[in-house]
Nanobody, 122 residues
Framework: QVHLVESGGGLVQAGGSLRLSCAASGRIFSINTMGWYRQAPGKQRELVAAIISGGSPNYADSVKGRFTISRDNAKNTVNLQMNSLKPEDTAVYYC????????????????WGQGTQVTVSS
């Protein structure tokens, strides 16, 4: 079981910045993907940004050029730097981790954080 702890949400004015952090702990095999999703009221949860181990970051079109995701494999942490925030970025942001057990056979485990509220006022 992997436990995710998120921090960094809050209220900010449009044009401002916030930094979200997520730390994974517990029984970790090999973390493959770390990322952030968000869900606004009345909308489906959507990918914001993610990094697959050894790969390049993947961003939603709506946040490209404004958000930057980074991960520390040694510490099992992932951060999301959010700049030039817009009211439409208001949502609950969820940390996501895909943990993979290789042997004796491949098994993938998906974990979600509890969510952190980000509110951007106009």
């Amino acid at each position: 079981q992997v436990h995710l702890v998120e921090s960094g949400g809050g209220l900010v004015q449009a044009g401002g910045s916030l930094r979200l952090s997520c730390a994974a702990s517990g029984r970790i095999f090999s973390i493959n993907t770390m990322g952030w999703y968000r869900q606004a009221p009345g909308k489906q949860r959507e990918l914001v940004a993610a990094i697959i181990s050894g790969g390049s970051p993947n961003y939603a079109d709506s946040v490209k050029g404004r958000f930057t995701i980074s991960r520390d494999n040694a510490k099992n942490t992932v951060n999301l730097q959010m700049n030039s925030l817009k009211p439409e970025d208001t949502a609950v942001y969820y940390c996501y981790v895909k943990d993979v057990r290789i042997a004796p056979f491949r098994v993938e485990y998906d974990y979600w954080g509890q969510g952190t509220q980000v509110t951007v006022s106009s």
